[in-house]
């Protein structure tokens, strides 16, 4: 049996008749834990393998509102008198930046990519 816990935690969920055809066929100490997973899914009836749902640029940028509302507040939790919006907003604009600016340097460095614009105050 593997020692990894995700892998266990999966094999745990198979009936004893499923873990025995499981280890007759995939040896689940030597695969990856993806591959065994994997797997296990595909005994389990009850559950359906997820298809990717489509990102669309608005879902994206709702998710980050959200995560940027729970940043906000996390912060302000932290230390209430001394968290100002303002300084927040700044914060959280400044990560954006920078990680936008992490993206651009990726694509760049991408083979087959043309150039990106360069990042500045060419914002709207």
Request: net charge neutral; with cysteine; hydrophobic share 30%.
């Amino acid at each position: 049996m593997p020692t990894d816990l995700q892998k266990l935690t999966w094999l745990c969920k198979l009936s004893p008749e499923q873990l025995d055809n499981l280890l007759g066929r995939v040896d689940c100490k030597e695969e990856g834990r993806q591959h065994v997973i994997d797997a296990v899914k595909a005994l389990l009836p009850d559950h359906k393998s997820k298809t990717p749902r489509p990102t669309t640029p608005d879902k994206v940028v709702q998710s980050f509102k959200q995560s940027a509302a729970k940043t906000a507040s996390v912060l302000k939790k932290a230390s209430p008198e001394v968290t100002v919006p303002i300084d927040v907003r700044a914060r959280l604009h400044e990560a954006l930046d920078e990680a936008l600016a992490e993206l651009q340097g990726s694509e760049q460095d991408s083979p087959g990519k043309g150039p990106s614009t360069p990042s500045g105050d060419d914002r709207p």
